[in-house]
């Protein structure tokens, strides 16, 4: 197993951690969360660098890269909505997009057909990861001046998705077109 691979599964090693990091109360948990999941964020960067610098780019780093983020994100989301911090209805929107796409990507590879990430999906993950940041440091430092910036940041991050899942598919129209 080549690096790039070794890392993506160090991340989705990180996810449990996290999530008992964020969810169970223990001396500086909170920022124990936050650190486990910009490590894992960063490495997501990392082990992609890797892999095309290097073309170490394989089928298992394809698949499980992607999962690996989506696993990440929706965990934070998932665990956001029990403790009341983000409601369901953005994270029901983001996990359906993450269903729809990844569906789609299926559906195409089947054709032969690679569906590469666009800029509105790489600007999804940006939003998403800087939304989630913001709200594991509770909207620090923007709660100083009393600005929900990790809210509005939310809004954001789910009208991106909503708005990058509907490009990929008008985008990929021709997949459903020899269904």
């Not at 997501?44 to 698949?63: E, I, M, Q």
């Not at 940006?126 to 709200?135: E, F, K, T």
């Not at 594991?136 to 789910?158: G, R």
Request: proline residues 4%; positive net charge.
């Amino acid at each position: 197993m080549n690096l790039p691979n070794k890392i993506t599964l160090v991340r989705m090693i990180m996810i449990p951690f996290f999530i008992a990091a964020l969810l169970i109360e223990f001396p500086y948990h909170q920022p124990l969360a936050a650190a486990l999941f910009i490590i894992a964020a960063l490495t997501d960067s990392l082990d992609g660098y890797l892999a095309r610098s290097r073309n170490l780019v394989t089928d298992f780093g394809k698949f499980m890269d992607p999962l690996a983020d989506k696993l990440l994100v929706c965990s934070a989301l998932i665990c956001f909505v029990q403790l009341g911090s983000v409601p369901a209805w953005m994270v029901i929107i983001i996990i359906a997009r993450e269903f729809a796409i990844t569906g789609l990507r299926s559906l195409a590879a089947a054709d032969g057909i690679i569906i590469a990430a666009s800029k509105w999906g790489k600007a999804k993950t940006i939003s998403q990861m800087i939304a989630i940041i913001l709200m594991l440091f509770n909207n620090w430092p923007f709660s100083l001046i009393n600005i929900p910036v990790a809210t509005i940041m939310m809004y954001i991050a789910t009208l991106l998705t909503l708005y990058s899942g509907i490009d990929y598919l008008i985008l990929n129209k021709k997949v459903f077109r020899s269904m």
